[in-house]
């Protein structure tokens, strides 16, 4: 986590307030892949302290991507209770705040991607067909469902993993 990101470590628990995108194009949401985790996830990151949410997904989306894209408008609120897994998490008590944006499309799948993670890992942008989206190993698994039919309004979502 940047040490200017919302977030906190305590004890055994861990906190982070992000924002993230969804970036549709020709039946494909654009996710995120690195060399570390064996995942896809979404594009976005850690929400800084003083910064809106919109402002955040904008930055991200373009740290990543290298392409400036615009935010449409919010569509989930997505609270994530887990057991974090690997590197800074791992073993700790999770929870995370994510406010998904649904980004105008640009009308290309063109992207000029060289981003590493924030632990350093090399990343790469991949566009995954919305229709099989739950063939892959992806988070949130919530995608799968839900952007095959967006929602007209915001939607929040609470998953809680055992």
């Known amino acids: 986590m940047n040490e200017t990101d919302c ?10 307030y992000r924002a993230a995108a969804v970036i549709i194009e020709n ?41 400036h894209y615009d935010a449409d408008r919010l569509i989930f609120i997505h609270e994530n209770f887990f057991k974090g897994k690997g590197g800074s998490i791992d073993g ?22 060289h981003s590493l993670t924030s632990e350093g890992f090399e990343e790469k942008m991949v ?12 988070y949130p698994e919530f995608f799968g469902e839900k952007l095959k039919n967006l929602p007209d309004s915001v939607e929040h979502i609470v998953t809680i993993e055992d």
């Open 92 to 113: 700790l008590e999770c929870h995370e705040v994510t406010l998904y944006f649904l980004m105008k499309p640009r009308g290309t799948q063109q992207l000029d991607c």
């Open 127 to 138: 566009w995954l067909p919305i229709d099989k989206y739950d063939t892959y190993f992806a």
């Open 27 to 67: 039946g494909c949401i654009l996710m995120a892949k690195n060399t570390h985790e064996p995942h896809y996830y979404s594009v976005g990151g850690g929400v800084h302290c003083g910064e809106t949410a919109e402002a955040a997904v904008i930055r991200e989306v373009f740290e990543e991507t290298g392409v």
């Open 7 to 16: 977030g906190f470590t305590t004890d055994k628990k861990w906190f982070r």
